[in-house]
């Protein structure tokens, strides 16, 4: 087998360029044919049929593959020319830019976004995300060079979407607001959406909402404005409690399936199985957000119950400063983390008895767990099991997906959940902890 694995890319070479082989990786892992909703790379079928690809987007795309490649043979000469291929992309992105025209053309803007992925995936530390962020604000000013009319076409629609979630995911990790044009585009966006679109507009504003509110705040700790956050919050959470249960049934319905025996690559005893993999992704965009909102609530609420106990009557006429919030805040916390678990095995291809390849998961699957999982045990409220879990689970979308940001995400769980444990004494007792805030961009710092 090891011999077949060292011989089988020399044959390719002699039929196939290797980059053909880069570009064939990459939509099959990226660009899904499923089209129930927006979000992903299926916007580039509608330019490779519409336009004359340019070098930029072309090496763009091949950086990808060839790093994709690079991993599933353990081959360095892929690697190699891949940081050749997105130097090449970066020096003819720069150029497209001094062109006002170029610059507003759809291939410019998707390249940048290719260019933000290739970080992520190579990922070496800080500089790599430092990288991707500054990717993703030069896509951002990209996107309001070409104007708002660019939403009406569905080109154009699909792109903002995809890069929506990169911008407000960006911004919750750098605990920064959203960027005002954005809220003002989503609106715009649902006069031309598809209802399953619409749909994932109407939570992305409930996300934007958050954000927001995150950014008013310089920590978790930061107890300045405790019970102006708390109801804020908690109006988010009832909102997006009523997203959950006015869903399109016939793109976003999920079922339980019950294990028949246990499975290293099962966390519990049941998984889920989704529509296709933007519905878990869409699922869990929404169970991130709420834990993100339950965890705030259950900060900031302790601190009041240690500080400020008048606030908390007995006869409950004030219900959002009781036990019985912090008691919901922590199972809704516990349940959603269950529930990004059980995404898993769908998004990673898992069948009864069987191991995640790359014949078995996409990519891009690997991708959009990351934020997820991390967020579901970076919690000090899960168990040191669940913890474990995750971090074996990013292990493999390291190891074997190639996706590099995993590996320290992995990492810094093991590293951390001392820490957690620590940070959540000191949270009861109402003590200020003696050291740094962990935002995700810090914890970065430890790898």
């Not at 005002?180 to 109407?202: C, E, G, K, V």
């Not at 809704?332 to 995404?343: E, G, P």
């Not at 995400?409 to 004494?425: G, M, N, P, Q, V």
């Amino acid at each position: 087998m090891q011999l077949a694995m060292q011989i089988t890319p020399l044959v390719l070479e002699l039929s196939t360029s290797s980059a053909e082989q880069a570009t064939c990786y990459f939509f099959r892992n990226y660009v899904l044919e499923d089209n129930s909703t927006s979000g992903s790379f299926q916007y580039l079928h509608e330019i490779y049929d519409n336009e004359l690809i340019g070098p930029a987007l072309t090496d763009s795309i091949e950086s990808l593959g060839m790093v994709g490649l690079a991993n599933f043979w353990k081959a360095s000469e892929f690697q190699f020319h891949a940081n050749k291929k997105y130097n090449s992309a970066l020096r003819l992105v720069s150029s497209r830019l001094r062109n006002e025209n170029e610059a507003r053309a759809d291939q410019t803007l998707v390249a940048v976004i290719l260019l933000g992925l290739f970080e992520i995936n190579t990922c070496t530390g800080p500089q790599s995300m430092r990288s991707w962020t500054k990717h993703v604000i030069g896509a951002s000013s990209l996107l309001q060079l070409k104007g708002k009319q660019c939403l009406e076409t569905p080109t154009g629609r699909h792109i903002f979407a995809h890069l929506r979630t990169q911008i407000i995911t960006n911004c919750i990790q750098r605990h920064v607001s959203i960027p005002p044009f954005i809220r003002d585009w989503s609106m715009y966006a649902l006069h031309f959406q598809s209802p399953n679109d619409a749909h994932a507009t109407t939570l992305a504003e409930q996300v934007m909402e958050f954000c927001d509110l995150r950014a008013t705040m310089s920590s978790f700790h930061d107890y300045r404005n405790a019970e102006k956050i708390i109801k804020a919050a908690l109006v988010i959470d009832s909102k997006l409690v009523e997203w959950a249960f006015t869903y399109p049934p016939e793109c976003m319905f999920y079922k339980t399936l019950t294990l028949r025996q246990r499975s290293d690559g099962v966390f519990s005893d049941h998984y889920h199985i989704y529509d296709s993999i933007w519905a878990a992704a869409l699922w869990n965009h929404y169970r991130c957000v709420r834990i993100l909102i339950n965890e705030v609530v259950y900060v900031q609420l302790t601190h009041l119950r240690n500080t400020q106990p008048e606030l908390f009557p007995l006869d409950l006429r004030n219900p959002i400063f009781s036990d019985s919030q912090l008691e919901i805040s922590t199972t809704t916390i516990i349940q959603l983390s269950h529930d990004i678990c059980a995404s898993v095995p769908f998004m990673l291809g898992y069948a009864q008895g069987g191991e995640v390849t790359l014949n078995s998961a996409k990519a891009v699957s690997g991708n959009l767990l990351l934020w997820p999982l991390y967020t579901a045990a970076c919690t000090p409220l899960v168990s040191d099991m669940m913890c474990h879990w995750v971090a074996g689970r990013l292990r493999v979308i390291s190891d074997i997906m190639g996706i590099k940001q995993a590996a320290p995400l992995s990492h810094i769980l093991t590293k951390r959940k001392d820490l957690l444990a620590w940070e959540l004494e000191d949270i009861k007792k109402g003590a200020a902890p003696n050291y740094e805030d962990w935002t995700h961009g810090q914890l970065m710092e430890l790898t």
